[in-house]
Antibody, heavy 121, light 108 residues
């Protein structure tokens, strides 16, 4: 059974760069879209970016200038970097898999447990 | 950006009752790219419904989705104690993907 596990620092200072990695276990990273989503404490969900296993990417315009997403097929991992973080970037960060069948998407069917990231001086 | 507005913000019901949750989009959404998720405290969201009306693997048939265009509905026919949670709608047909603000389903 496919599982996702986020890893990264729990605490950063303002202006630093957040680096997160999502490790895919129990299955291949190939042939799926992989997203990052975040959720500030007590608030709703915000989609950040996705990457296809071949490297095709898409970003939320609200974060595009600060986010880079990448994939490492050999390690079955994908990663995200968010530059110049502020307190507003404090959130639980999730990675998730999107299933595409033909031209149809079956939604985000598998999620990691999430990792809490706090930005504070 | 497609804004999704969920109503009501909070729904207070008793186990055994039925629940109807709504999601309205600021512009027409392709039904094939519309989903519902359930989130419990301290947990990641769980996919319930995709393509507006298709149940995800393992989801009980008391959960059903419907709608098209700008108006979508999640119906839970006989509430079980484990159904009390926050529910989010999502569109993933137009970038950026967006979520509604959530409906909290609480025990009355």
């Amino acid at each position: 059974q496919v599982q996702l596990q986020e890893s990264g620092p729990g605490l950063l200072k303002p202006s630093e760069t957040l680096s997160l990695t999502c490790t895919v276990s129990g299955g291949s990273i190939s042939n799926y879209y992989w997203s990052w989503i975040r959720q500030p404490p007590g608030k709703g969900l915000e989609w950040i970016s996705y990457i296809y296993y071949n490297g095709y990417t898409n970003y939320n315009p609200s974060l595009k200038s600060r986010v880079t997403i990448s994939v490492d097929r050999a390690k079955n991992q994908f990663s995200m970097k968010l530059t110049s973080v502020t307190a507003a970037d404090t959130a639980v960060y999730y990675c998730a898999r999107e299933v595409i069948v033909g031209t149809n998407s079956h939604g985000f069917d598998i999620w990691g447990q999430g990792t809490m990231v706090t930005v504070s001086s | 950006e497609t804004v999704l507005t969920q109503s009501p913000g909070t729904l207070s019901l008793s186990p055994g009752e039925g629940a109807i949750l709504s999601c309205r989009a600021s512009q027409s959404v392709t039904s094939a790219y519309f989903a519902w998720y359930q989130q419990k405290p301290g947990q990641a969201p769980r996919l319930l419904i995709y393509a507006a009306s298709s149940r995800a693997t393992g989801i009980p048939d008391r959960f059903s989705g419907s709608g098209s265009g700008s108006d979508f509905t999640l119906t839970i026919s006989r509430l079980e104690p484990e159904d009390f949670a926050v529910y989010y709608c999502q569109q993933y047909g137009t970038s950026p993907y967006t979520f509604g603000q959530g409906t909290k389903l609480e025990i009355k």
